[in-house]
């Protein structure tokens, strides 16, 4: 168990629908990242949170967006869903976002988008 | 930008062979290099890392050597059993204020009895 904890583990949503996926980081931990795991993009990063502010973007879609709350835990928001929005989606979390620390992942919620 | 290549898989393997997964990797500077491993339904577990050039990770019977020559951090295990049937992947950790991880593209295992 790595102490990050991502819910739901499973989600099916119709196409032009909006979820919130969830992620609780390790206690202690400050910095939240999220990836996005596909068959034909493999794991791509999206977006970085560190203590409530975003530090980082990556290949994340104007249709997604992110917050991480005060108590530190994050959530990734997808909408207008489409099908290839259809993927495992893992959050990871370390002490400072520093090169000196450790990333732990969650288990991912898996998006199936029908 | 930063990238990894990471050897197809998948790889088939019987008890007890040698492993061989190649990672090579593209990048300024010398970032940490790490091996992660998804075991099905799970998530990523760090498997082992290396910070500098010629270090050695090690854990569970792996190891990978950072190599600057060949820009390489290739993933050994003498002798592989069942239990390592798994996706393995390579990365490298961003130097930029970010520090995220950069991920080849997972080379799925595969140990037969």
């Known amino acids: 168990d790595s102490g990050v904890t991502q819910t739901p583990k499973h989600l099916i949503t119709a196409t032009g629908q909006r979820v919130t996926l969830r992620c609780s980081p390790r206690s202690g931990d400050l910095s939240v990242y999220w990836y996005q795991q596909s068959l034909d993009q493999g794991l791509q990063f999206l977006i970085q949170?560190?203590?409530?502010?975003?530090?980082a973007k990556g290949n994340i879609l104007e249709r997604f967006s992110a917050q991480q709350f005060p108590d530190l835990h994050s959530e990734l928001n997808l909408s207008s869903l489409e099908l290839g929005d259809s993927a495992l989606y893992f959050c990871a979390s370390s002490f400072t976002g520093t090169g000196n620390t450790e990333a732990f992942f969650g288990q991912g919620t898996r998006l199936t988008v029908v | 930008g930063n990238s990894v290549t990471q050897m197809e898989g998948p790889v088939t393997l019987s008890e007890e062979a040698f492993l061989t997964i190649n990672c090579t990797y593209t990048?300024?500077?010398?970032?940490?290099l790490f091996w992660y491993v998804q075991y099905p339904g799970e998530g990523l577990q760090l498997l082992l890392k290396?910070?500098?050039?010629?270090d050695k990770g090690s854990n569970k019977g792996f190891e990978a050597t950072y190599r600057k020559e060949t820009t390489s951090f290739h993933l050994e295990k003498g002798s592989v059993q069942v239990s390592d049937s798994a996706v393995y992947f390579c990365?490298?950790?961003?130097?930029?204020?970010?520090?995220?991880?950069?991920f080849g593209s997972g080379t799925r295992l595969l140990v037969r009895p």
């Open positions: 290396a910070t500098k050039a010629d």
């Open positions: 949170y560190y203590n409530g502010e975003e530090r």
């Open positions: 990048a300024t500077g010398y970032p940490s």
């Open positions: 990365a490298l950790r961003e130097m930029d204020s970010s520090y995220k991880l950069i």
